[in-house]
């Protein structure tokens, strides 16, 4: 089928579907792949979900309702909502993320070139027909395909590490005179790169790493706008009342050879820096699940986790959620993690705002889908912010009484290497 066949047959089963009354329209087409497939979407808004193991991929476009707030969200039956929570912040007053019931979801499983497009009929909105017009109008709009030739990143301007390596080493510094052998605060950096023009996501997609092991996430709320994250860590996988959650905290460098990938995991394991510094974050999931579990089980335990550029300190969580816990419930509960802000995390959120100078936005947010019966987040890490010509690369390490700056500077560069090709060139 071609995309103009496609368009055809989208607004020939959407007005079927609308004559019968039914939730939505499904029409199945091949794609290779669904990721670079962004590039030929026009208007938005625009999200991407593909989980750690290459399972499952969404792909949302164009909203029927957005929202700042996921405790704004009214769920029902069939609805699904994708987008993302912003790390809690006071600088600016931000809003508190961008969340969107999509019109159109694509969808695709592994190991097949088979994608089920679905486009939802909301009959809340489309109440009589005059509405419904105005909906095929904007459907017909959304599947106007882009004739997309391949764009290069424009011409390379400036990096500026935000903070430079002083003014890090000062804020460390402080963190560790502040904190006692309890308490952690997680610290985050950044690259700021500007271009000579706009930063095109059809330039950047190409290089952006998708592989088993780790999620890819992409968000475009606007036309200025994009954030990209290739996290290995799970917030939560909620599917009905079970639960998994991940622990993610410890970090190493990847080794060169074999050998000395094996010295860096043994140096890993047996860090006392490390294992403190992932048993906050695995203390504060048992503590808190507890409370939203009647069965809560530890099924991995200090495992390594190896990616490209880095390897982890990994335990996993699962459980059985009380009847009565929502989404939101969920992620009001362990967002954010010790992982990302700190221990205790009311007391590292507030002294974040106060030694950062810079919103981390969307970076470290809680990014991916929610519906009633089934919803996984991420953790936004390993990530990219785009807003026009200037691209946020961030990186962020776990600041206990004993850390010494330039290793954590270290891991922080480690984790944004993902996004080299942005500013090795």
Not at 139 to 155: G, I, V
Not at 401 to 419: C, G, H, I, P
């Amino acid at each position: 089928m071609n995309l103009l066949e496609l368009k055809k047959s989208a607004i020939e089963k959407v007005k079927k579907a609308f004559i019968n009354q039914a939730p939505k329209a499904i029409i199945q087409v091949q794609i290779i792949d669904l990721f670079q497939h962004i590039k030929y979407l026009k208007g938005g808004p625009i999200c991407y979900f593909k989980d750690k193991n290459s399972e499952i991929q969404m792909l949302a476009h164009g909203a029927y309702e957005v929202y700042q707030d996921i405790s704004e969200t009214v769920f029902n039956d069939n609805e699904i909502i994708f987008g993302a929570e912003k790390f809690p912040s006071k600088i600016d007053n931000q809003n508190n993320g961008y969340f969107f019931k999509p019109i159109i979801v694509y969808k695709k499983s592994k190991s097949t070139y088979d994608v089920n497009i679905e486009i939802n009929l909301n009959y809340r909105l489309l109440k009589n027909k005059k509405e419904f017009s105005k909906f095929i109008f904007h459907l017909s709009d959304l599947f106007e395909f882009r004739n997309e030739m391949e764009r290069k990143l424009p011409k390379l301007k400036d990096v500026i590490e935000v903070p430079e390596i002083d003014d890090w080493k000062s804020k460390v510094e402080k963190v560790t005179k502040i904190i006692t052998d309890n308490q952690k605060i997680v610290l985050s950096r950044k690259k700021l790169i500007s271009f000579e023009e706009n930063v095109h996501e059809n330039s950047i997609l190409e290089n952006i790493p998708n592989c088993d092991g780790q999620y890819l996430f992409f968000l475009k709320p606007n036309q200025d706008e994009y954030f990209i994250s290739v996290s290995p860590e799970r917030l939560f996988f909620q599917e009905n009342q079970n639960i998994t959650i991940d622990c993610i905290a410890g970090t190493r460098p990847r080794g060169k050879s074999s050998s000395r990938d094996k010295e860096l995991e043994r140096e890993l394991i047996h860090s006392k820096k490390e294992r403190s510094e992932h048993l906050f974050v695995a203390n504060f999931i048992e503590k808190e699940m507890n409370q939203l579990c009647d069965e809560l089980l530890m099924t991995k335990a200090f495992d390594i986790l190896k990616l490209s550029k880095v390897q982890h300190l990994h335990s996993e969580f699962i459980g059985k959620l009380k009847s009565d816990v929502t989404p939101s419930k969920i992620l009001k509960k362990i967002y954010p993690t010790p992982a990302i802000a700190g221990t205790p995390s009311k007391y590292a959120i507030e002294h974040i705002a106060d030694i950062e100078s810079s919103s981390r936005e969307y970076y470290a947010g809680a990014c991916g889908y929610l519906s009633r019966s089934k919803s996984e987040l991420l953790v936004g890490i390993r990530s990219i912010h785009v807003r026009s010509n200037e691209v946020h690369i961030f990186g962020g390490a776990g600041i206990i009484s004993d850390s010494n700056y330039k290793s954590e500077w270290n891991e922080t560069e480690q984790k944004m290497k993902n996004f080299s090709f942005l500013w090795e060139r």
